[in-house]
């Protein structure tokens, strides 16, 4: 059996600390209050949620190239299982990612499912970056902010534009990066040239298949279009009564920067009241506000995260017994 990383305790346990002195410094009456006047709304937070993992599940498939296909059932149930692994993990992306591979690989060969993976990740990437960017840009110029959030809000920004001119430039240039550093490894060198076609794949998929990318483009958007729904939602539940929806906008945005910065944090215990608490008070809701919305997200990501484990034994059973089938044919 895997042991737990001593950085995965230490950052868990660091989360909860904070969680914790986050709840005490709010009140634990007043989050249960907050959470009981949710109810059944709960089951529209929950589902939004389900939708969002839909979306990248259909992006995904429409990254795959023929003759390689993917239903969209086991594409979603592969975004579930991954995200699952990635958020109760510090690595976060780094084993999720792979991970959906690995979920479908009975499905579809692995080089063409990690392929669309990185594809899908690289769009998500810079519809995430650009959102946080107009998010910051929304809240510098909407609302008085101090020096600390205004200086992050113009390394978000300056970021953005770093990063897109990154990606202008490697898809100019199209460098091999992986692949070279692996020639250079002896006991990696003869997987260089398999992962330079990939890179070469990747870098090409835009001019190869435009007619995907506004679909592409819609589906990513769309994502962060529910984020935006949940959170307007959320706010709307809490407060009783239906907020701007540049407020919930830059909820969104905020919420998807603290993801990116602390994603090493198991399902972003702490770092999501404390910073969603700082930030609702400097929308003038208060911080008892976002503390309860970082909590009903924590009721969210626990449903789907139960989900994904359920996924994660199916397959695991489902793989064994194809191990006995598989002998009795060949007996």
Avoid at 178 to 190: E, Q, T, Y
């Amino acid at each position: 059996m895997r042991r737990f990383s001593p950085w995965g305790v230490v950052t868990a346990l660091l989360g909860l600390g904070a969680m914790a002195w986050m709840v005490s410094s709010v009140g634990p009456a007043k989050i249960i209050e907050d959470v009981g006047n949710v109810g059944w709304k709960l089951i529209a937070i929950v589902a939004i949620g389900g939708l969002r993992f839909l979306l990248r599940a259909s992006a995904w498939r429409q990254c795959l190239e023929p003759p390689h296909r993917l239903s969209l059932g086991d594409a979603f149930a592969a975004v579930v299982s991954g995200d699952t692994i990635g958020n109760v993990t510090p690595l976060g992306p780094l084993v999720g990612e792979p991970a959906k591979a690995a979920f479908v690989r009975g499905r579809v060969a692995l080089g063409p499912a990690l392929t669309a993976l990185a594809i899908e990740n690289v769009l998500y990437t810079l519809s995430t970056a650009a959102m946080i960017a107009a998010g910051m840009v929304a809240l510098l110029i909407s609302f008085q902010t101090t020096s600390a959030i205004r200086g992050l809000g113009e390394v978000a920004v300056g970021g953005t534009l770093v990063l897109f001119g990154l990606a202008l430039w490697m898809l100019w240039r199209q460098p091999a990066l992986i692949g070279r550093a692996l020639s250079l490894a002896p006991p990696l060198k003869r997987h260089a040239d398999r992962i330079q076609e990939i890179e070469t794949r990747i870098y090409t998929f835009a001019s190869r298949h435009r007619g995907r990318l506004p679909l592409l483009a819609a589906t990513e958007m769309g994502f962060h279009a529910l984020g935006v729904a949940e959170n307007y939602l959320t706010l709307w539940t809490l407060n009783r009564v239906a907020p701007p929806l540049l407020t919930a906008f830059i909820l969104e945005t905020v919420y998807r920067l603290i993801t990116v910065v602390f994603r090493f944090i198991p399902m972003g215990l702490g770092v999501d009241e404390v910073g969603t608490g700082y930030l609702t008070q400097v929308l003038g809701l208060g911080v008892s506000t976002g503390t309860s919305i970082a909590i009903i997200r924590k009721l969210r990501m626990l449903f789907w995260a139960l989900v994904g484990g359920g996924l994660l034994i199916r397959e695991g059973l489902t793989q064994r017994a194809q191990v006995p089938q598989d002998q009795i044919e060949r007996g």
